[in-house]
């Protein structure tokens, strides 16, 4: 929310400059996101009356204007064409600077000399959204007459700041002029001053204009409607089109700027239509029928459905609730006759249809968080008020209320101790009141108990511990001294699943590897890109109802499609090494149509290309379980999964149970996500490592004795697994065993067609005395005894 300062400091009387007020209002508890100058560089621009127009004599595009400027006329040539004589508009003279650091100096257009330029708002520093169509490709023309000569900064308040807020969901108050400065008011113990409304001349009846309001849905609790008669549309006094540009809202005409201006000074949205369109006299506030269709204010028709609320007439929609009024009823140069409208509705109901036709606006924001019933009544009077002030027209006498549950201020007791207890400092009982009183609850003391009377407007407000916030914030949470807690206390920890997958992050981060995150929801048409066939259980999905699109439509059973779809984007991107891996959440759904939650199984998922191989993606897994203390993994050859190539792909055994897979990524699924390299990629149940992992560290003392390397070469068939080999040696060691390193694998020249050598290096070691060479050497001949008899081995001469 913009709070221009300027504005704000209508209500309370302060000299405060913007920053203090916005340091001020940041301790008590409002968010300041920043602090705007509505300047932008604007110096020595001033009013001007324009005397004379003539066209230049060698431009048709051109006109040569005489300005007045009070002390001096000077010649100045435009290309504006929204000019007359006797306008009043802002004259950068020579030497003036304007944003940007543009410095006005004399010009000539084609023979005639231009002694300073008129200027548009946008060269005086406002945005495009903000300036009223009419002027947005010509000369800022003011709304009446000024003194010449004087500074255009002093004349629309350029000299002020803005202060801009993130309001939170359950202060809807603040989301209004008024609101912030009763926050102002309280912060810095300041008399607030709200408009005293009054209207001085109304005529006639309402009942004249305005037959009836019915209200037939239970998602309007209230519509309060006036009648305005003989109105002149026209501009807006300039000082209310200053601060709905500064508040961020474009001015259009007198009439729809001023429910612009009241929506903003209270924070109730109200909307003005044009009585003489509203068919038999009438307004039913009802949802639309199936197949209705409306025209809004922005032109676009939109069609409706039955759960959509409508203002209607006694044939068609007029706007649609909360949102946006219907074109047909705009207010328009021809309008006379206007119907205000000032109405409570569901804030639910607002929401969603806001959401279904992508249309957010000042007005369903408000909806949207809940707005105070009794304001409706408040706002559209302000408005008459107003209205009759600027002479924009007559005040009709009456008005037509449906209130259905009218809101009542509630009263809640508050305790002082318990004040005291919750805060931990004693703040007298008359401060506490003075304190509630300043943000509008009225309160007195009654025996031992503080009496505090909720206003309507206070949403928010439902016990005595929220009486104990405000207190607290008023007082200044910055000035309550940290206190040590007192009674037992016990030890916060994260659960074991936690500290274990941030143990996880941590190893894989310190081998290479970047952690991702990606979405949940993934495209049925994932399934088909990673080649899975139809009756396999991984496309047992379920779908959401209401989903974004195709491509989120479905929760996901793997993180494959996920990994994949990321490798693509950055392989294609032309980055040209990437490891990373992400830990995240399947969806199993325990049956169908679905009754219970689904089951979420957390699932590692690693992702590797570049200078990189299936040997690496394994050391990264063997690294990582190693140290979370699971070892004895076996690596099992897996050719029967289509995701994966047949001859490079392993399965994850620890005894006996499948814990995950990991391999290169099959050729066709890599050309679906249009990666012409190797692609690795790993997945395994996370839960289960979870279960597996050992975090306790045993000491083992350094050995005393020395060990004994062994190489091992072999020649074998391309088909037998290291794994396999690996078995056998461990099987023969006797427990001297230490370590058995792969360390060459080879094919090519010297070695037989269909054959390869591996060789191995093998440590022995005894922990309680020095082996012998006799003793190692046996064992190594066992192991290559049992190597020729089970897999035809040779030793590698």
């Known amino acids: 929310m913009l709070l221009p300062v300027k504005w704000l400091k209508d209500y309370i009387e302060t000299e405060k400059d913007a920053r203090i007020l916005a340091d001020g209002?940041?301790?008590?508890?409002?968010?300041?996101?920043?602090?705007?100058?509505?300047?932008?560089?604007?110096?020595?621009?001033?009013?001007?009356?324009?005397?004379?127009?003539?066209?230049h004599p060698d431009a048709d595009k051109l006109s040569i204007c005489k300005v007045d400027i009070g002390s001096e006329a000077l010649q100045i040539v435009t290309g504006a064409t929204n000019l007359s004589v006797g306008d009043y508009i802002p004259v950068a003279v020579l030497g003036s600077k304007l944003p940007g650091d543009i410095i006005i100096e004399k010009t000539n257009f084609r023979g005639i000399d231009s002694y300073g330029m008129l200027c548009s708002l946008k060269e005086l520093g406002y945005s495009d959204n903000v300036i009223p169509k009419e002027m947005k490709d010509g000369i800022f023309i003011l709304d009446k007459e000024y003194p010449l000569g004087i500074s255009i900064v002093d004349i629309m308040g350029l000299d002020s700041e803005v202060i801009?807020?993130?309001?939170?969901?359950?202060?809807?108050?603040?989301?209004?002029?008024?609101?912030?400065?009763?926050?102002?008011?309280?912060?810095?113990?300041i008399n607030l001053k709200e408009p005293q409304?009054?209207?001085?001349?109304?005529?006639?009846?309402?009942?004249?204009?305005?037959?009836?309001?019915?209200?037939?849905?239970?998602?309007?609790?209230?519509?309060?409607?006036?009648?305005?008669?003989?109105?002149?549309?026209?501009?807006?006094?300039?000082?209310?089109q200053t601060r709905l540009m500064e508040a961020g809202v474009r001015p259009i005409n007198n009439i729809v700027d001023i429910t612009n201006f009241v929506m903003l000074e209270y924070g109730e949205p109200l909307h003005a239509f044009d009585l003489e369109k509203v068919e038999g006299r009438k307004i039913i506030v009802r949802e639309a029928l199936e197949g209705e269709k409306i025209l809004t204010l922005d032109e676009v028709e939109r069609n409706l459905s039955s759960s959509d609320l409508v203002i209607a007439d006694a044939t068609k929609p007029i706007g649609i609730a909360g949102v946006m009024g219907g074109f047909d009823t705009e207010i328009t140069s021809s309008t006379k006759y206007v119907l205000l409208e000032g109405a409570n509705f569901n804030g639910k109901s607002v929401r969603l249809t806001s959401k279904r036709f992508g249309l957010r606006t000042e007005a369903s924001t408000r909806f949207e968080k809940g707005i105070d019933s009794n304001l409706s009544q408040t706002a559209v009077e302000r408005v008459c008020q107003l209205i009759e002030e600027i002479g924009a027209g007559t005040v009709v006498k009456g008005n037509i209320d449906v209130y259905k549950k009218v809101k009542e201020e509630s009263t809640i007791a508050l305790r002082p101790a318990r004040v005291k207890?919750?805060?931990?400092i004693d703040i007298p009982v008359e401060t506490m009141i003075s304190y509630l009183n300043g943000l509008g609850l009225e309160s007195k003391l009654e025996g031992e108990l503080i009496s505090v009377r909720i206003p309507t407007f206070r949403l928010d407000l439902g016990g005595e511990v929220d009486l104990i916030e405000e207190i607290g914030r008023i007082y200044g949470f910055h000035n309550i001294?940290?206190?040590?807690?007192?009674?037992?206390?016990?030890?916060?920890?994260?659960?074991?699943?936690?500290?274990?997958?941030?143990?996880?992050?941590?190893?894989?981060?310190?081998?290479?590897?970047?952690?991702?995150?990606?979405?949940?929801?993934?495209?049925?048409?994932?399934?088909?890109?990673?080649?899975?066939?139809?009756?396999?259980?991984l496309r047992d999905y379920i779908r959401l109802i209401n989903p974004l699109g195709e491509d989120y439509s479905i929760m996901r059973t793997t993180l494959i499609p996920n990994m994949l779809e990321l490798l693509s984007r950055n392989y294609n991107r032309g980055v040209e090494e990437c490891s990373v891996y992400e830990i995240?959440?399947?969806?199993?759904?325990?049956?169908?149509?679905?009754?219970?939650?689904?089951?979420?199984?957390?699932?590692?998922?690693?992702?590797?290309?570049?200078?990189?191989?299936?040997?690496?993606?394994?050391?990264?897994?063997?690294?990582?379980?190693?140290?979370?203390?699971?070892?004895?993994?076996?690596?099992?050859?897996?050719?029967?999964?289509?995701?994966?190539?047949?001859?490079?792909t392993a399965k994850l055994m620890l005894n006996g149970e499948e814990i995950g897979i990991l391999g290169e990524i099959h050729v066709d699924v890599?050309?679906?996500?249009?990666?012409?390299?190797?692609?690795?990629?790993?997945?395994?149940?996370?839960?289960?490592?979870?279960?597996?992992?050992?975090?306790?560290?045993?000491?083992?003392?350094?050995?005393k004795y020395p060990s004994m390397l062994r190489d091992l070469a072999l020649v074998v068939k391309e088909d037998i697994l290291v794994g396999d080999i690996q078995k056998i040696i461990s099987r023969h060691g006797e427990g001297l065993i230490e370590k058995i390193e792969l360390f060459d694998i080879y094919t090519g020249n010297q070695i037989p067609e269909g054959m390869k050598s591996v060789a191995y290096s093998i440590t022995y070691r005894s922990y309680d005395r020095t082996l012998r060479d006799d003793e190692v050497n046996s064992i190594q001949q066992a192991i290559i005894e049992d190597l020729e008899k089970s897999f035809d081995a040779k030793l590698r001469s």
């Open 670 to 703: 890599a050309e679906n996500y249009d990666i012409k390299d190797r692609i690795y990629v790993g997945q395994l149940d996370f839960n289960k490592i979870v279960e597996l992992t050992n975090l306790e560290v045993k000491y083992k003392p350094l050995p």
């Open 421 to 424: 207890k919750l805060l931990g």
């Open 164 to 189: 801009e807020f993130e309001i939170t969901p359950n202060r809807p108050d603040c989301l209004s002029i008024i609101g912030m400065a009763r926050e102002t008011a309280a912060t810095f113990n």
């Open 25 to 55: 209002l940041t301790l008590s508890g409002s968010h300041v996101e920043s602090i705007i100058a509505l300047n932008k560089g604007v110096d020595n621009v001033v009013i001007g009356k324009i005397i004379d127009i003539e066209k």
């Open 197 to 240: 409304i009054s209207i001085k001349n109304e005529v006639e009846d309402i009942k004249n204009y305005l037959d009836s309001i019915d209200v037939p849905s239970d998602n309007c609790n209230r519509y309060y409607a006036r009648v305005i008669k003989d109105v002149k549309i026209g501009v807006s006094p300039l000082w209310m």
């Open 584 to 648: 995240g959440n399947t969806f199993i759904a325990k049956e169908f149509p679905i009754v219970e939650l689904p089951e979420e199984k957390k699932i590692l998922c690693l992702g590797v290309y570049g200078n990189k191989d299936f040997y690496y993606l394994k050391e990264v897994i063997d690294k990582t379980l190693g140290r979370l203390g699971i070892r004895d993994i076996e690596y099992i050859r897996e050719e029967n999964d289509p995701t994966f190539h047949p001859g490079r």
């Open 481 to 537: 001294e940290s206190k040590p807690l007192v009674g037992v206390l016990t030890r916060g920890e994260k659960p074991r699943a936690r500290r274990i997958e941030d143990r996880t992050k941590a190893i894989l981060q310190g081998l290479g590897l970047n952690e991702v995150m990606t979405y949940s929801f993934i495209s049925p048409k994932a399934y088909d890109k990673i080649n899975v066939s139809q009756n396999n259980h």
